[in-house]
């Protein structure tokens, strides 16, 4: 698990991500930045599965409990109960993302400019989110929208070739993958509607 896997993307046009707030689960650990569904009680879960099916995907934490982080409504650690804040997956919404694979492990390849409009999935691999263009498309769908160097320039304007190397930092990529996400979790046939907050 870590922080920030997965964010909303406001491009220099400006624009707000759409939230809804949902009732946390007893015993939660999700990280802000990780995708999240609703029980079957209505409360906020972390997605767990590997790659998750579309009814098992609500949107994007946009705060969480994590080991110990503090509420910053209450000022003490996220208990059961309170109230997390969800980017939800919409029309204009976009979200971005550092991790992206091919196969097993992320950044074995770098993404291309082929890559956007793609259809590809959300993926957990070693605790970290991302984006994976060779998952099942029936699990966390996805659409790449764009391609972005380190300086967050997308690379159809400028033409870049990016890399799974960032000479800068030793610890990321030099790029970042923008997509859409789709969520049927407040609609498929069967599953327990997710609460309107």
């Given at each position: 698990m870590a922080a920030r896997d997965i964010m909303p993307w406001t491009s220099p046009f400006g624009g707000h991500p759409r939230m809804q707030w949902f009732r946390m689960n007893a015993g939660e650990v999700f990280f802000?930045?990780?995708p999240v569904s609703v029980n079957q009680d209505g409360e906020l879960t972390e997605s767990l599965a590997a790659g998750p099916v579309d009814s098992d995907l609500l949107g994007i934490a946009a705060g969480g409990p994590g080991a110990t982080n503090i509420n910053p409504a209450t000022g003490i650690t996220y208990a059961t109960g309170d109230l997390i804040p969800v980017f939800m997956p919409d029309i204009g919404n976009y979200f971005i993302t550092r991790n992206w694979t091919a196969g097993t492990a992320f950044n074995d390849v770098a993404p291309a400019v082929a890559d956007i409009g793609d259809q590809v999935g959300?993926?957990?691999?070693?605790?970290?989110?991302?984006?994976?263009?060779?998952?099942?498309?029936?699990e966390g769908l996805c659409t790449v929208i764009d391609i972005l160097d380190e300086n967050k320039n997308s690379i159809q304007q400028t033409g870049a070739t990016v890399s799974t190397a960032d000479g800068n930092r030793l610890d990321a990529p030099a790029y970042f993958v923008v997509f859409s996400m789709g969520s049927t979790q407040l609609r498929v046939a069967g599953e327990v509607n997710a609460p309107i907050a």
């Open positions: 802000e930045g990780e959300l993926v957990n691999i070693g605790g970290l989110w991302g984006i994976d263009q060779g998952q099942d498309q029936n």
